[in-house]
């Protein structure tokens, strides 16, 4: 079966921002909590909306749920050192992930992008690469487009909604975290890919289901040929 749609996750998958999101994060919670937030803990947060990850990261950090109140504030600090490191920051596109993205739509199969950050802040990321939704990607699904973020399958879904693609068999979803893999197997996807990129090296995400490990998203014309599930 070919695939119509590849689903593809931002930040350490597509685009090369060095992690600086965690960082940031991480530096916010601390801050908030006076307590270090260890590796393990930040890793489970790691590809999903950065608001939840915040109620989730304090809560397991005091021992109890912040009110509502304060998780507004603190991401409104955490968007605000974001937009500030990001203004500065060196960001750009993995190597062989713009032509492998080329590639794919030359044959016919749409490119939609879904991340847990906010509209603004993707947006920003894309200007900064140099792509515009339409011409370079097919479709951009954010955090504030969904009821929930991952591992729930609603931004793949919503890149299928705004690409036209109704089978989820003819998808493959693409990312470099646990939480992008644990999107792909609730949506049901066709191919469910970790690339190495980013937040997880190859034992962290093989221990979560998957049908594939790749370097990169460089790799996957290469990869779905193979399979013969390009568009004949």
């Known amino acids: 079966m070919s695939i119509s749609l590849v689903s593809l996750d931002m930040a350490g998958t597509t685009v ?14 601390e801050e908030a909590t006076g307590s270090p937030a260890p590796a393990d803990l930040l890793a489970r947060w ?29 991401y409104a600090e955490f968007s605000r050192r974001l937009d500030d490191a990001y203004a500065t920051a060196s960001v750009g596109v993995f190597p062989g992930v713009r032509s492998a993205i080329e590639r794919l739509r030359a044959a016919g199969i749409k490119v939609g992008l879904q991340t847990g950050y906010r509209r603004e802040v993707a947006l920003h990321l894309l200007d900064a690469v140099g792509w515009q939704v339409g011409r370079d990607v097919d479709a951009l699904a954010t955090s504030e487009d969904v009821p929930a973020s991952r591992p729930a399958p609603f931004l793949v879904f919503r890149n299928m909604v705004d690409t036209g693609v109704a089978d989820v068999r003819r998808v493959l979803v693409a990312g470099d975290t646990p939480n992008d893999l644990g999107a792909g ?17 190859a034992a962290t995400l093989g221990r979560h289901r998957h049908t594939h490990l790749l370097a990169s998203v460089a790799e996957l014309p290469a990869l779905l040929a193979e399979a ?5």
């Open 16 to 29: 090369d921002e060095g992690g600086l999101v965690y960082d940031v994060l991480q530096a916010t919670v």
């Open 46 to 74: 790691t590809g999903t909306d950065k608001r939840e990850a915040l109620v989730g990261l304090v809560g397991a950090l005091e021992g109890e749920d912040a009110d509502a109140a304060r998780i507004d504030e603190l």
């Open 185 to 201: 197997v609730n949506a049901g996807a066709g191919f469910v890919v970790g690339v190495l990129t980013g937040a997880s090296d």
């Open 228 to 232: 013969g599930a390009l568009p004949a």
